[in-house]
C-alpha cells in the first residue's frame, strides 16, 4: 500500500510537467548535399535527452516549457554543432545544418519567415577549409592494420606524409623537415607525439574523437610550423561512466570518463604504462643493456557554468626513460662481435613533457564565439653518454607560459565571418652540462675516436634565457555564389633576435551549382622558432632568425553520395631553415667553461655551431579516394591515397675535397676559401618519389570486423660508399675500417619498399560494453624490405661490405639449419565499459 501511494504521488508531481512539455520536431540536414542526415544525435543540454533522427533526419523532442536552449546535433561522422535556439511554442520545427552551406545565390523574399521555420547553420571549428586539409574520424583509424592500435599512425596513409617504415613516429609532411610539424591536442601543444620506437602515441586512443592534418596552406590561426599541422580533437560529451582498458605485448592503457554536477560537467582521465623492457628481454644480445620503459597520461574536465560559459580544465603529459649499453666482452671475431664501433659506448637519456591550461568558452549565441586560454607547457631532456671522446652530459628545459585568445564573429548570416585572436608568450630555456657538437657536419663518416684534429667537441652549457614571442591574426571569411574567400594576415615577434614578421596567407574555393565539385587553391608564408637548443648562448647561434617556409597548392573536391575523389598540386619553399655551421663564428664571446672561464673568461672568434644557411624546395601531387560509412553502421570503408614528390636541400656548407685537404693555408685564407659556397642541391635524406597507401575495413556484423592495409614506397636516396680508409684506426684492440663516401650525395637508391598487413577483431557484446580480441599479421607475403646500407666497420669494403639492412618485417626459426620466415605479428584485448 504504501509503495502505491508512493508511485501516485511521484505521477501526481511528474504530471504537470509531463503535460506542460512541448513537441520540438529537428530536422538535422547536411549543408554541402542539402539532404537529411539520418542517425544523427541530438542532445538537450539542460535536460540531458538525447534522441535519434530517422532516415529522413527528422526528430521529435520534447522541451519543459518555451524559453532558450542548447541544442547538440552529431552527424555519425563526427561533425558538430551546437546552436542555442529559443523555443516559442509547441509544434514548432527548427532546422540545423551540418557543416558548409553551398548555398545557390541568394534571394530576395518579400515574405517574412514564419516563426518555427528558423534554420541554424554554426560556424567556427568546423567550418574549416578544404584545400590541404584530411580528416579522419577515430573509428576509421583506431583499428587500421599494421599500426599496432594506434590511431597518430593511421596519418601515415593519408597523401603527402611520408614515413619510415617502423619508424619513430616522426613524419615528414610535403618535404618539410621532421622538426616542422606542429601537434595541437584541442589547440594545446605537446612536446613529442610518440614514445621511443614509435609503438605507443603519448595520446589514448579514445580520448580522440578526430584528426585534421593540414598538409599545407594552413589558415593563420596556426602558427611556429612550416612543414604540417596535426590538429587533434578530443571528446566533448560524456553522457555516463565509462571507459577503456587495452593491453598488448609491450604496454598497457586504460581511460575513464563520468559526468558530474549532474550532467552540467564531465571529466577523462587515462593513462599507459609499458612494460616494453621486460618483452625484449630475452632477445637482447648477451654484452648489451637496452632497457626502454615509457608513461603518459591524459586529463580533462569540463564544467558548464550556463549555457553561455563553460570552464575546461586540462593535464596533459609524457615521459620516456631509455639506457643502452655495450659491455666490452672481445671475441675477437669480427662476424659475431658488435660494431667495433660502439664497443664500451653507454647512454641514457630521459625526455618528458607536461602541459596544464585553463579555458573559458563564452557562446553568447550561434554567431558570436570566444575562447580563453591560460596554459603552461614544458619540455625536459636529459642526457648522459660516452661514445669514445664524446661525454655529454646535459639536463634541458624549454617551456612557456601563455595567454591566447580566439574569436569568432559572424557578421552577415552565412555570408560575412571574422576570426581574430592572439597569443602572449613567454618562452623560458634552461640548459646546464656539457654538449657534444661535430666539427664538421659534412663529414659522413665522423670518428668519435680521434683526439687530433678531433670530429667532436664537447662544449660546456650553462644557459638561463627567458625571452618572449608574441603573436596575432586576423582572418576574413566571404562567402556568396558558391565562392568562398579566406584571406588572412598573421604578425609573429621573437624577442630574442627582436625580428617581426607578417605572413599573408589564404584560400580560394569555387563549388558549383550541382555543390558536390569543388575546386581549391590556397598559398601562404609560414615562420617558426628555431629548436630551443640551436640558440643556447653558450652552445648555439643567439642570433638566429625564424625559418620560413612558403606553400602554394591547387585541386579539386569531387563528392559522390559516400565517396570522395581529391587531387591536389602543390609547390613549397624553405628558406632560412637552422643548419650545422663548422665556420660561424662570432668575435667574442664570454666562456661558457665554468672552470676554464677564470684563466680565459673571453673568447676570441668563438665557434656559433648553427646558422640560417639551408634551403630547399619540395613539390609534388597527391589523389586521394575515400569511400565512407556511417559512424557505428555495418560496411565497407577505406581510401587509396597517392603521393608522387621531389624534395631537394642544399646546407651551402663549404665541402673540403681531397685538392684542398692536400694543400697548406694560413688561417685567414682558411677562412676566406670556405665562405666559397661550393655545394649544390641534392635530394633530401627523406626524400620518396612514389608513396602509395591502400586502406581496406569491412565491418561484418557487431562481431567481426577485418582490415587490411597495402603501402609501396619508393626507398629514400644514400650516398654510395667507394671504398674505406684502410683501418688506420685502432679500438679496444681492433681495426675500425671507416668508409669512404662518393661526392655525390644521395645519389643512390635501393628497391622499392611494399608489404601487406591484415588485421582480425573480434568483438563480444555485453549490456555493459564490449571486448575484443584482435590479432594483426604484418608483412603477409614475407618480403625483405630494404631500408638502408649496413656498414661492417670490423671490416673492409668489399662485395660483402656494406650489405643491404632489412627492416624487421620477418620473424626467422632454424631447424637443422634451414631457416623458416613467419610474418611479424600483434595481438591484444581491448575493453569498452
Known sequence: MKARLKLIVLLALLAPATLSALDVRIVVKDGRTGQGVADAQIIVLETKEKYFADEKGEATIKIPAAGFFTIRAISPSGEIVQPRIQITGPNQQLTIILGEIKEAPPKLDPTPQKVGEEGVNVTGKRDRQKISRYQVRLDEIKRLPGQFGEALRGLETLPGVNAPPFGNGEIVVRGANENANTYLVDNLPIGYAFHFAGLNSVLHNDIIKSIDLYTGAYPVTYGNATGGVIAIDTIDEVPKFGGNATFSLWSAQALFKAPFADGAGYWIGSGRASYLDRTLKPYIPEGARFIPRYWDGQFKAMYRINPEHQLYFYTLGAKDTFVAKIDNRPTWDPTSEFDPRFVGASIAFDRAFHTEAIRHVWSPGTRVSNELTVLYHNNIRYIDGTLGAIRAKQKQEDGYAALKDDFNWEAMKDHVFFDAGFEARQFRYKSTGQTTVAVNPNNPSPDPYKTENPDFVNVPVQDMQKTSYNSGYLMTTLKAYGVELKPGLRADYFGLTKQTVVDPRGTLSYTFPWKTTTLLSGAGVYHRVPDAGTYSKTSGNPDLYLERAEHYGGGIEQIIDTWTLKAEVYRHYFTDIVVSDPYITTPVKANPDPFGKYSQPILLNAPQFYSNDGNGFSEGFEIYIKKSKPEGKNGFYGWISYTWSRTLRNNHQHVIYDDERRQIFSADEARVIRQYDNTKDHFADFDRTHIVNVVLGWKISREWQVGARWKYMTSQPYTPIVGDDGGRQIQ??????????????????????????????????????????????????????????????????????????????????????????????NFGIEVQF
Do not use: M
Open 732 to 825: 679496444n684492440g681492433r681495426y675500425v675500417f671507416n668508409p669512404l663516401y662518393s661526392p655525390l650525395t644521395n645519389s643512390g637508391r635501393l628497391n622499392p619498399y611494399h608489404r601487406l598487413d591484415i588485421r582480425v577483431d573480434r568483438f563480444q557484446n555485453y549490456p555493459w560494453g564490449y571486448g575484443n580480441v584482435f590479432v594483426e599479421v604484418l608483412n603477409v607475403y614475407l618480403r625483405d624490405n630494404p631500408v638502408n646500407l649496413d656498414w661492417n666497420a670490423a671490416r673492409p669494403a668489399s662485395r660483402t661490405n656494406p650489405t643491404i639492412q632489412n627492416d624487421f618485417g620477418t620473424l626467422e626459426s632454424s631447424t637443422d639449419g634451414k631457416k623458416t620466415k613467419f610474418p611479424l605479428f
